[in-house]
């Protein structure tokens, strides 16, 4: 049995570790439930070419963790721009492909928007190719990463198996395990988020973390460190905190397992904590960290950059109660760290639901659905 995984995971560009994770993730999850002895190829939209899959009647499946439905647009081209090439070529040699965990980006990607968004025509098209509409046979079938898309999907007459969440969010070693909440806290990474524009704000979230809780301070980066390193490191007081490079593979995002508390912008940081039952505050600076957070009722709120807000034109918060308008230029620091700071106090009831949360997605959605898999 062999299975073709798609990634968008590349050794050049950005090296985001967060797309590794979760193609690593569903590997674990696959030998788990379908034993080791299964084997996979994995194509990389950046690193590998259509030319480079010389037989494609050796896999069962082709399995498409992260698949992005995307959105009418005024340029109309569909990302990445291999994908429906490659699909195309699973269609022809009639090979089914299985999306899981698709997750929909736009912001700010809340309910509203999800039921009156309109895909683009062509991925239109060749969803329903792939999955079907609802109550029709289809050769594959998709799940969503989150609520907001499965809203998306249907709302678009695309059928679909539901919400199983983040492939990244399950580690099958410690589904279910006790929560690791301390109560003192000795370290904290603070995850450098992709728009320059809350990179400052960043760096005032490091020292204010600092100086409320008094212990170290590491800012972490997922993919693209060449280019935060060269226009912070002649800026910042480095006295305060250390920088970590964390890209490259999933492998170096285990410097995390020494550290107690995630506060930051990355949803795959803020996922690597809650998978490894620590507490994380996620400050969604997109539709896909809010999405995870309405899906989840995650520890966190929505704190888009200027630019997307005038793109989106307009602009939310999540909080446990309810979603306002927000009309702050820069990400609102001092929030995070009351937030968290309540948290812990409280002894982090938000955590403790959401992994609960993720456990049921578990046992509910991801492994029945991993399970039927050819």
């Not at 993919?223 to 007081?237: C, D, L």
């Not at 890209?247 to 996922?271: C, K, M, P, Q, W």
Request: with cysteine.
């Amino acid at each position: 049995m062999s299975y073709l995984i798609l990634s968008s995971h590349a050794k050049t560009g950005s090296r985001n570790s967060g797309d590794d994770l979760i193609n690593k993730s569903l590997i674990d999850m696959l030998k788990k439930l379908k034993g080791e002895e299964i084997t996979y190829d994995v194509f990389s939209y950046r690193d590998n070419q259509l030319a480079d899959l010389t037989d494609m009647h050796q896999y069962k499946a082709v399995l498409a963790p992260a698949l992005r439905p995307s959105v009418e647009r005024q340029d109309q081209t569909i990302f990445p721009l291999k994908r429906p090439l490659l699909l195309d070529k699973a269609r022809n040699h009639n090979i089914p492909v299985f999306a899981i965990g698709a997750g929909w980006g736009s912001y700010p990607g809340i309910f509203k928007q999800a039921k009156h968004q309109t895909l683009d025509q062509k991925d239109k098209a060749q969803l329903l190719y792939h999955f079907g509409q609802p109550g029709t046979a289809a050769k594959g079938w998709i799940s969503c990463r989150d609520l907001t898309t499965e809203i998306l999907l249907k709302n678009n007459g695309i059928q679909c198996k539901g919400t199983t969440g983040d492939c990244a969010l399950f580690d099958v070693n410690k589904i279910g395990r006790k929560a690791k909440l301390p109560k003192v806290i000795k370290s904290i990474a603070v995850s450098l988020p992709h728009n320059q524009q809350h990179w400052e704000a960043t760096y005032q979230l490091a020292l204010e973390l600092k100086n409320t809780y008094s212990c170290p301070i590491y800012l972490t980066v997922h993919g693209y460190y060449g280019e935060f390193s060269n226009i912070v490191n002649s800026n910042w007081n480095h006295n305060h905190f250390m920088i970590m490079d964390l890209s490259g593979g999933a492998r170096n995002l285990s410097f995390y397992e020494t550290i107690d508390v995630h506060i930051g912008f990355r949803l795959h940081a803020h996922i690597w904590f809650l998978r490894n039952r620590k507490p994380s505050l996620l400050i969604a600076e997109d539709g896909r960290g809010m999405g995870h957070l309405l899906t989840l009722n995650g520890l966190g709120y929505s704190a888009a950059s200027k630019t997307t807000r005038q793109k989106a034109k307009e602009q939310i918060t999540f909080t446990k109660e309810e979603m306002v308008k927000e009309k702050q230029n820069t990400p609102p620091i001092s929030k995070a760290v009351q937030m968290f700071k309540k948290e812990q106090e409280s002894e982090y009831p938000v955590t403790v639901g959401s992994l609960a949360k993720i456990d049921q997605l578990w046992k509910e959605k991801m492994r029945p659905l991993l399970e039927q898999l050819p």
